[in-house]
């Protein structure tokens, strides 16, 4: 197919028809929108079209912004992480056990009741699995050293369902009348 010629009269009379077209379109009144008398509160909606908008009606600057800056905030979270390594790195150099330290700024992170719930729940656990026989002594010794200090049964340090409270209220028990035989002679 071949190129349409057009003279210079052609071309000047399109022209003036799209500006009287463009000119119509501006002078003409909006209709009046309706509204009901109560409405839903509206949810956030994109920006309508502004500058670099695509035809979806999404404000593409806007956007692009958006990701420009959380883009910019992984890299220097990806930074801070890099550092943080390279500390612990130091610290393993310098003869320092890494997971402990990782450990312990858990627990710093922590409030206090919630450590020592924590920390009752983890021995309440281990001895459950038989793992902390030599804490059944001590806590004996400690229930020896309690009523020897004249303290009552009701200071136990230890929780009821813990191994050890038996234990030291054991050693307590023991200590108590071993001093009571000991008055008496």
Do not use: C
Request: proline share 5%.
């Amino acid at each position: 197919m071949a190129p349409r010629k057009t003279t210079p009269e052609a071309e000047s009379v399109s022209e003036e028809t799209k500006q009287a077209q463009s000119t119509k379109a501006a002078t003409t009144k909006p209709k009046a929108k309706t509204t009901p008398a109560k409405t839903a509160p509206k949810k956030a909606t994109p920006a309508k079209t502004q500058t670099g908008s695509n035809s979806s009606g999404i404000a593409a600057d806007h956007l692009q912004s958006f990701f420009d800056r959380i883009e910019r905030l992984e890299g220097e979270k990806k930074g801070i992480a890099d550092d943080i390594k390279d500390v612990f790195a130091e610290a393993k150099g310098n003869g320092f056990d890494v997971p402990t330290m990782r450990a312990i700024l858990k627990i710093k992170k922590q409030k206090p009741s919630e450590r020592e719930e924590k920390e009752s729940m983890l021995d309440l656990y281990m001895h459950a699995l038989g793992m902390l026989e030599g804490d059944l002594d001590e806590a004996q010794q400690l229930g020896i050293d309690a009523a020897s200090a004249g303290k009552a049964v009701t200071d136990n340090l230890y929780i009821t369902e813990d191994p050890r409270f038996k234990k030291w209220e054991q050693g307590w028990q023991m200590q108590t009348a071993f001093l009571a035989a000991q008055d008496n002679q």
